[in-house]
Structures are given as C-alpha cells and as structure tokens.
T-cell receptor, first 113, second 115 residues
Framework: GENVEQHPSTLSVQEGDSAVIKCTYSDSASNYFPWYKQELGKGPQLIIDIRSNVGEKKDQRIAVTLNKTAKHFSLHITETQPEDSAVYFCAAHDNNAGNMLTFGGGTRLMVKP | EPEVTQTPSHQVTQMGQEVILRCVPISNHLYFYWYRQILGQKVEFLVSFYNNEISEKSEIFDDQFSVERPDGSNFTLKIRSTKLEDSAMYFC?????????????FGEGSRLTVL
C-alpha cells in the first residue's frame, strides 16, 4: 500500500520568513495530494491540494509543488505569520486503493514573532 | 459554517469495556470516515462509509470495530472490547464526494483513553 513520509517533524521560523515542508510517497498510482492544517484542539482542515496532472498550485501565501517522477510534493508558506503555527499534514490518495487518504507523520510549524 | 461535530470530546474507559464514539457529519455529505491518531503518530484511516454500508476498511478495523448510521444524522464508531492500544484521538470526517474528488471535513476529535 501507499506510504507517505514527511519532513521535517518540527520547523521553527521567524515571522516573515518562508517555510517548506516536504513529503514523499511510494505508490506511483497516487493522483491526489491534499495538505491539512491542524490547530491545537481542532481537527485537520484542508488548506490546499494538488492533482497529478498539475505541477504547481498557489493560493495567496501558500503553494504546493508536485514532482511525479521523483514522487515528492512540497508545501511552501511565504511571509509566515504567528497564526500559521500549527501541525501540517500531507496526504496522498491512490485511486486504485478505494476511498482512503494516507497521511504523513505531520510537521509542527512554529512561527516566532 | 457547517461543521462535523463529535462527542464525547474525551472518554476514559477500562480495558474490555465497550465504547461508542458519536459523530454528526455535515448534512448534505454522502461519504463518512473514521480516522485515528495515536499520540505522536500518523493519522491512520480506519473506515469509510457510503450508501449505508462500509466502502473501505483498513487492517486496523478488525472485528472489534463497527460503524453505524442509525438515524440518518449520526454516524457512530463502536469498539466492542477496548484494549490499551486503542487509546488514541479518533476523528470523524465527511465529504460530499469521495476522498479523491472532494475535501474531507474533519471533526475536532474524540480522545479515548483506555486504562
């Protein structure tokens, strides 16, 4: 089955700096890659997603890139703000594996004011 | 804004006891899921439910687990005889379409502690 690895597990940046979180996946059949943000005491919330027919997608300060050949995808947050502090999860969906998402281990992002 | 609600937020139980975790998905959603997260580990898929039946389940979802949508609004996860290793945060989620097509909306989770 699919295996998703996520790095780093913790990331501390200064407010205004950029943050990059990287994920790799094992199943070349995976075709949908969402990113979730989990704030303390809350459930994960979708912030951006990308499909395998696209190499990059941007939404304001957040962007995601996908390299299908290398089987990795990354989340980029620019001009970080303290409210960006949270745990971020990448995930992958294999259309052949039914209706389940496989999550990475999560990255705790801390943005210092 | 519509949201997925879960109860209880925290439950403490003795090993061997039955536990029912409840979820109210977003009303127009058709797909329902349970995921769990053991402390410090990955979020893991347990089961998906569509059209009043299980559509997918993982290896974790053994005979001790069951799901039910008893009344058209609630979606429950039952653990028949809890084990220590069942201690985790359990997340319910729902979506309009399947998880390859649309966004999953997660609840805030139910923390289960098995003593």
């Amino acid at each position: 089955g699919e295996n998703v690895e996520q790095h780093p597990s913790t990331l501390s940046v200064q407010e205004g700096d950029s943050a990059v979180i990287k994920c790799t996946y094992s199943d070349s059949a995976s075709n949908y890659f969402p990113w979730y943000k989990q704030e303390l005491g809350k459930g994960p919330q979708l912030i951006i997603d990308i499909r395998s027919n696209v190499g990059e997608k941007k939404d304001q300060r957040i962007a995601v890139t996908l390299n299908k050949t290398a089987k990795h995808f990354s989340l980029h947050i620019t001009e970080t703000q303290p409210e960006d502090s949270a745990v971020y999860f990448c995930a992958a969906h294999d259309n052949n594996a039914g209706n389940m998402l496989t999550f990475g281990g999560g990255t705790r992002l801390m943005v210092k004011p | 804004e519509p949201e997925v609600t879960q109860t209880p937020s925290h439950q403490v139980t003795q090993m061997g006891q039955e536990v029912i975790l409840r979820c109210v998905p977003i009303s127009n959603h058709l797909y329902f899921y349970w995921y769990r997260q053991i402390l410090g580990q990955k979020v893991e898929f347990l089961v998906s439910f569509y059209n009043n039946e299980i559509s997918e389940k993982s290896e974790i979802f053994d005979d001790q687990f069951s799901v039910e949508r008893p009344d058209g609004s609630n979606f429950t996860l039952k653990i028949r005889s809890t084990k220590l290793e069942d201690s985790a945060m359990y997340f319910c989620a729902s979506s309009v379409h399947d998880s390859n097509t649309g966004e999953l909306f997660f609840g805030e989770g139910s923390r289960l502690t098995v003593l």
